[in-house]
T-cell receptor, first 118, second 113 residues
Framework: GAVVSQHPSRVICKSGTSVKIECRSL??????MFWYRQFPKQSLMLMAT?????????EQGVEKDKFLINHASLTLSTLTVTSAHPEDSSFYIC??????????????FGPGTRLTVL | GESVGLHLPTLSVQEGDNSIINCAYS??????FIWYKQESGKGPQFIID?????DKRQGQRVTVLLNKTVKHLSLQIAATQPGDSAVYFC????????????FGRGTSLIVHP
């Protein structure tokens, strides 16, 4: 199947700093990428949907100025956590679809990024 | 809607047993369903999908059953192995609209050797 990578896999930062997470589709063009957040023992919470070349659509309760998403190309989306605080510590996962199969696209997930804010 | 803030139910089985993981979906308009497996510290991995024009679909050691009447989905794993230990999520989507699948709360499967 298709491969989605994330970088970094793990990051530890100080409170107040910004952290950028990259999500790449390695062998297909992703018209849409998704960013999820997951707390321990819980389900995936969709944060935003990102379409190449347009602004991301954020879910209710997700601060767009806090979580900056850029989908600059068909193979790369970035999530920047600005002025990170300990409560932002979480597992962030991206996913991508090609958009070729309409609503039955297979969603390919990245391996996740563990963010720890001290 | 989204599954938020709920801790995962757990299913414990012995190696070799069959496992059945259940999922109740929320939207009667959903017509495409997917099961994912998520191992600890990793991203979800696609297992099997099913469209609403089917009520059963089989893969390798896995079977998905769909009951649209009661909005229920199940994943059956035959001859469960320790490597099957993971969290399993179902997701629902409406194929004719924007692709925004909704994930269920997940079930933690623990396989004892």
């Amino acid at each position: 199947g298709a491969v989605v990578s994330q970088h970094p896999s793990r990051v530890i930062c100080k409170s107040g700093t910004s952290v950028k997470i990259e999500c790449r589709s390695l062998d297909f063009q992703a018209t849409t990428m998704f960013w999820y957040r997951q707390f321990p023992k819980q389900s995936l919470m969709l944060m935003a949907t990102s379409n190449e070349g347009s602004k991301a659509t954020y879910e209710q309760g997700v601060e767009k100025d806090k979580f900056l998403i850029n989908h600059a190309s068909l193979t790369l989306s970035t999530l920047t956590v600005t002025s990170a605080h300990p409560e932002d510590s979480s597992f962030y996962i991206c996913s991508a679809i090609s958009g070729l199969a309409g609503g039955t696209d297979t969603q390919y997930f990245g391996p996740g990024t563990r963010l720890t804010v001290l | 809607g989204e599954s938020v803030g709920l801790h995962l139910p757990t299913l414990s089985v012995q190696e070799g047993d069959n496992s059945i993981i259940n999922c109740a979906y929320s939207n009667s308009a959903s017509d495409y369903f997917i099961w994912y497996k998520q191992e600890s510290g990793k991203g979800p991995q696609f297992i099997i999908d099913i469209r609403s024009n089917m009520d059963k679909r089989q893969g390798q050691r896995v079977t998905v059953l769909l009951n649209k009447t009661v909005k229920h989905l199940s994943l059956q794993i035959a001859a469960t192995q320790p490597g099957d230990s993971a969290v399993y999520f179902c997701a629902e989507n409406i194929s004719g609209g924007s692709y925004i699948p909704t994930f269920g709360r997940g079930t933690s499967l623990i396989v004892h050797p």
